[in-house]
């Protein structure tokens, strides 16, 4: 790649931090390549400065310039959908690979836990990713997948969907431990016959 594409004279004395000029969110520095790699169409003469993504879900700016008059780049923009934006599926969480939300949901429904985050650590250690021109966070999604994988784990409603499907089955039902008080009495697996016997079996 010539210099051209990639060189940015302000990097390195613009601000780590600056706050997005519509919502107000901290948002923190994203290479120009991503910027250009990412913006469905880029305007002539684009601004060569110092570029900054907001990952607020609420605002629909995605990237913003260092000067107050400079270009700002709105989802619509995007040539992919940016995760931390989107409610509705699918919601991206790693770009390199594909792996959505709902990919790492159904893994939890299907085995009490996720291992796309391993996965993709197979894949980064590789060197098959390609996060600075694929993520529009310029960075490595695994801080993403693993919090993803997190707060699903802790959701009550796919451990109870999870322990429903492990009624009457061999799997054991090691994951009750963490649900809420309103899990058990719903589903009450120890209560159910069948728990027993293939406890005996
Ligand atoms: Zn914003």
Request: glycine share 10%; with cysteine.
């Given at each position: 790649m010539s210099d051209c594409c990639s060189t940015n004279p302000k990097?390195?004395?613009?601000?780590?931090?600056?706050?997005?000029?519509?919502?107000?969110?901290?948002?923190?520095?994203?290479?120009?390549?991503?910027?250009?790699?990412?913006?469905?169409?880029?305007?002539?003469?684009?601004l060569n400065t110092q570029y900054y993504f907001c990952d607020a879900s609420d605002c629909d700016v995605v990237y913003f310039a260092l000067e107050v008059d400079g270009p700002r780049f709105l989802r619509e923009d995007m040539v992919v959908r940016v995760g931390a934006k989107e409610t509705a599926d699918p919601i991206p969480v790693c770009y390199c690979f594909g792996f959505t939300r709902k990919d790492i949901e159904d893994e939890i429904v299907e085995t009490g836990r996720s291992a796309v985050a391993d996965?993709?650590?197979t894949e980064v250690n590789a060197g098959n990713c390609a996060c600075e021109v694929?993520?529009?966070?310029?960075?490595?999604?695994?801080?993403?997948?693993?919090?993803?994988?997190?707060e699903l784990t802790g959701s009550d409603v796919l451990l109870v969907r999870?322990?429903?499907?492990?009624?009457?089955?061999a799997q054991p039902h090691?994951?009750?431990?963490?649900?809420s008080a309103c899990v058990v009495p719903c589903h009450d697996p120890f209560g159910h016959g069948n728990?027993?016997?293939c406890q005996l079996a």
């Open positions: 990097t390195g004395t613009a601000p780590l931090v600056m706050v997005c000029p519509v919502n107000g969110a901290r948002s923190k520095q994203v290479d120009i390549l991503t910027v250009k790699s990412l913006v469905r169409r880029l305007p002539l003469g684009m996965r993709i650590k694929r993520n529009p966070s310029g960075k490595c999604c695994l801080g993403d997948v693993a919090r993803a994988s997190t999870y322990v429903s499907r492990g009624v009457g089955s090691r994951n009750l431990l963490a649900s728990r027993l016997r």
